[in-house]
């Protein structure tokens, strides 16, 4: 299967900071990624999906300015989660899709915000 | 709304035996279905996708599809510990996008 990296692996970080979390695609071209949170003993929540070269399309709920999403090549997202606050404490998720939707999953960035 | 179900368990199994995993879906427009297994603490790993009626055989695994009756199912035979995990089933239109199932915690007795 293809293989997506994200990075950090983990962050801690104060109330009020912002974070950025990069996920890359790293032996496929993806024009859609995908940004999930899941929650401790919770199903993946998806917050939106990321196509290259335009703007993210959120899920309802999800705040855009908050969030905020770039594409800026055919294997790089970036998420910034910003004046994080404790309840962003999440693990974060990214995919990729390739062929026939199947999407395959970076490692995921554990997120906790003192 | 889209919704996928899927019992939550725990279902144990004991190691060797079958292990069935069973998912519903309510929209009848859906093409692809995906079997993902998350460990504990990590991300979800692909490991079944089936786009057409019938079964699909990889290794151990075997995906099984009816679209009339809107269900997909996971058989695992063989079963080892290290097949014990959170096993989500996933849906998508024809949009890209997934919609997961909570997920069935599976544990392989020894």
């Known amino acids: 299967g293809a293989v997506v990296s994200q990075h950090p692996s983990w962050v801690i970080c104060k109330s009020g900071t912002s974070v950025k979390i990069e996920c890359r695609s790293l032996?496929?071209?993806?024009?859609?990624m995908f940004w999930y949170r899941q929650f401790p003993k919770q199903s993946l929540m998806l917050m939106a999906t990321s196509n290259e070269g335009s703007k993210a399309t959120y899920e309802q709920g999800v705040e855009k300015d908050k969030f905020l999403i770039n594409h800026a090549s055919l294997t790089l997202s970036t998420l910034t989660v910003t004046s994080a606050h404790p309840e962003d404490s999440s693990f974060y998720i990214c995919?990729?899709?390739?062929?026939?939707?199947?999407?395959?999953f970076g490692p995921g960035t554990r997120l906790t915000v003192l | 709304q889209k919704e996928v179900e899927q019992n939550s368990g725990p279902l144990s199994v004991p190691e060797g035996a079958i292990a069935s995993l069973n998912c519903t879906y309510s929209d009848r427009v859906s093409q692809s279905f995906f079997w993902y297994r998350q460990y504990s603490g990590k991300s979800p790993e692909l490991i079944m996708s089936?786009?057409?009626?019938g079964d699909k055989e990889d290794g151990r695994f075997t995906a099984q599809l009816n679209k009339a009756s809107q269900y997909v199912s996971l058989l695992i035979r063989d079963s080892q510990p290290s097949d014990s995990a959170t096993y989500l089933c996933a849906v998508a239109g024809g949009n890209e996008k997934l919609t997961f199932g909570t997920g069935t915690r599976l544990t392989i007795i020894p």
């Open positions: 089936i786009y057409s009626n």
């Open positions: 995919s990729a899709s390739q062929a026939d939707n199947e999407q395959f």
């Open positions: 032996d496929f071209q993806a024009t859609t």
